[in-house]
């Protein structure tokens, strides 16, 4: 197998030798579990895109090299990529996530032609509709059973019914999941470039039972849901607090540039700071960064400030700058990054150590102008959650306007 680096480059191609339109591909978790997944293949003026698609998601990766049979398809954000062969008409090779240091190179295999996400040789007739919010536990009957939300929407119930949604927890969603219903079994996946998501449960009397849910080849959790419309987890806003005796918060990080920046610094004097803890491996990390990219360009002249605290997966600085660089140029992102070079929600507790502990990236701190801390919350809730996502931004639309107006 070909593991050894390359240049990344966008192709420029004299000749086309990928086939275009949609493929079907599949990730080896273990040895009865693949993970399968769909993108499709675009070839413009020479140069090769890979689209990624999980339900309404679309990902798009334009950092191709083909070398003869070889080809290697860097991912954007984060830090993957996948190494493969051209045989024919399928890709063969391996996906590589760099923000993990064990199971992180899972065995690839990808066809052309297949529109098809989950292959089931038969069918039942119709299918029971799963529509609709359920009451999710995971490993339940164990000391370390959570809650969560599961937000499903099915269309064509009847033979081939296509199944979307995500589930939310009390740290943030698992984003666009995309699959179908067949024989009173739930299937769902998603990859994103940075997490590989499988879930599986069988329907029985109105119950989802037997469920599994993988992610990638190093996490697997059992599962189980029933129907509950009022269904509701903690309030993100409760869960990470300052410590008694606190009403600041106080650090000091290098910037992308090496200088070393403070919460003190004159800049942040008497202005309205949101401070993001977040990650470039963390999906719903990007998926705030994308939207607080643009906050802070409708609010920055309105007197906000947005310091990114960046904890990334790895001990080399510069590598932790170019990760950070990747994502700020990506979504135009204005606003300032320091890196931490800590990683983790303990290390992450730790370099706050005014906090009762950091539980989620990312999390989300509101100060004021007097530099007092006024909200921290919890998680994020993606754009794949719908409802949830809208008014998420509208309370931090109405927050921050009312910590500007103070």
Same mark, same amino acid.
């Given at each position: 197998m070909f593991i050894a680096s390359l240049f990344f480059f966008t192709s420029t191609m004299a000749q086309q030798v990928l086939k275009t339109g949609n493929w079907r591909a599949e990730l080896k978790l273990n040895d009865t579990t693949s993970l399968p997944f769909n993108f499709a293949v675009t070839y413009? =003026?020479?140069?090769?895109?890979?689209? +990624? $698609?999980?339900?309404?998601?679309?990902?798009?990766?334009?950092? !191709?090299?083909?070398?003869?049979?070889?080809?290697?398809?860097?991912?954007?954000?984060?830090?993957?990529? +996948?190494?493969? /062969?051209? !045989?024919?008409?399928? =890709?063969k090779g391996v996906w590589i996530n760099h923000a993990r240091k064990e199971k992180n190179i899972l065995p690839f295999i990808a066809g052309f032609g297949n529109p098809h996400r989950f292959v089931i040789k038969q069918w039942t007739n119709y299918e029971p509709v799963v529509t609709g919010k359920w009451e999710v536990t995971f490993e339940p009957g164990t000391a370390d059973a959570y809650k969560a939300i599961g937000i499903f929407e099915q269309t064509n119930v009847i033979q081939g019914s296509v199944l979307t949604g995500t589930f939310s927890t009390e740290t943030g969603d698992y984003r666009y999941l995309e699959g179908i219903m067949a024989n009173n079994n739930l299937f769902l996946s998603c990859f994103d470039g940075a997490h590989a998501f499988l879930f599986k449960a069988k329907l029985k009397d109105e119950q989802l039972v037997n469920g599994d849910f993988y992610s990638g080849a190093h996490g697997h959790e059992t599962w189980i849901a029933k129907r509950n419309d009022t269904v509701n987890l903690r309030n993100p806003n409760s869960l990470t607090y300052l410590k008694p005796g606190y009403t600041k918060l106080d650090f000091s990080f290098k910037n992308l540039e090496g200088k070393e920046v403070s919460l003190s610094d004159a800049k942040y004097k008497n202005k309205v700071i949101i401070i993001q803890?977040?990650?470039?491996?963390?999906?719903?990390?990007?998926?705030?960064?994308?939207? =607080?990219?643009?906050?802070?360009? $409708?609010?920055?002249? /309105?007197? *906000?400030?947005?310091?990114?605290? &960046?904890?990334?997966?790895?001990?080399? +600085?510069?590598? &932790?700058? &170019?990760?950070?660089q990747r994502l700020k140029t990506r979504f135009g992102a204005k606003y300032d990054f320091l890196v931490t070079m800590k990683t983790g929600a303990q290390q992450a507790s730790e370099a706050l150590p005014m906090?009762? /502990?950091?539980? &989620? +990236?990312?999390?989300?701190?509101? *100060?004021? $102008? $007097?530099?007092e801390v006024r909200k921290i919350y919890t998680g994020y809730y993606g754009p794949a959650t719908g409802k949830s996502y809208l008014e998420q931004e509208e309370e931090t639309r109405k927050f921050v306007e009312k910590l500007l107006a103070e």
């Amino acid at each position: 197998m070909f593991i050894a680096s390359l240049f990344f480059f966008t192709s420029t191609m004299a000749q086309q030798v990928l086939k275009t339109g949609n493929w079907r591909a599949e990730l080896k978790l273990n040895d009865t579990t693949s993970l399968p997944f769909n993108f499709a293949v675009t070839y413009d =003026l020479g140069i090769y895109a890979f689209v +990624f $698609k999980n339900g309404e998601e679309r990902i798009t990766a334009n950092e !191709i090299a083909i070398h003869k049979d070889s080809v290697f398809i860097k991912m954007p954000v984060f830090d993957s990529e +996948f190494k493969c /062969k051209l !045989i024919g008409d399928s =890709l063969k090779g391996v996906w590589i996530n760099h923000a993990r240091k064990e199971k992180n190179i899972l065995p690839f295999i990808a066809g052309f032609g297949n529109p098809h996400r989950f292959v089931i040789k038969q069918w039942t007739n119709y299918e029971p509709v799963v529509t609709g919010k359920w009451e999710v536990t995971f490993e339940p009957g164990t000391a370390d059973a959570y809650k969560a939300i599961g937000i499903f929407e099915q269309t064509n119930v009847i033979q081939g019914s296509v199944l979307t949604g995500t589930f939310s927890t009390e740290t943030g969603d698992y984003r666009y999941l995309e699959g179908i219903m067949a024989n009173n079994n739930l299937f769902l996946s998603c990859f994103d470039g940075a997490h590989a998501f499988l879930f599986k449960a069988k329907l029985k009397d109105e119950q989802l039972v037997n469920g599994d849910f993988y992610s990638g080849a190093h996490g697997h959790e059992t599962w189980i849901a029933k129907r509950n419309d009022t269904v509701n987890l903690r309030n993100p806003n409760s869960l990470t607090y300052l410590k008694p005796g606190y009403t600041k918060l106080d650090f000091s990080f290098k910037n992308l540039e090496g200088k070393e920046v403070s919460l003190s610094d004159a800049k942040y004097k008497n202005k309205v700071i949101i401070i993001q803890l977040m990650g470039t491996w963390c999906p719903n990390c990007v998926d705030e960064t994308k939207d =607080l990219a643009t906050f802070y360009d $409708k609010y920055h002249s /309105k007197g *906000i400030e947005i310091i990114g605290l &960046a904890f990334e997966r790895t001990d080399d +600085f510069s590598k &932790a700058v &170019a990760n950070v660089q990747r994502l700020k140029t990506r979504f135009g992102a204005k606003y300032d990054f320091l890196v931490t070079m800590k990683t983790g929600a303990q290390q992450a507790s730790e370099a706050l150590p005014m906090l009762n /502990k950091v539980m &989620a +990236f990312p999390t989300s701190i509101y *100060i004021d $102008k $007097k530099g007092e801390v006024r909200k921290i919350y919890t998680g994020y809730y993606g754009p794949a959650t719908g409802k949830s996502y809208l008014e998420q931004e509208e309370e931090t639309r109405k927050f921050v306007e009312k910590l500007l107006a103070e």
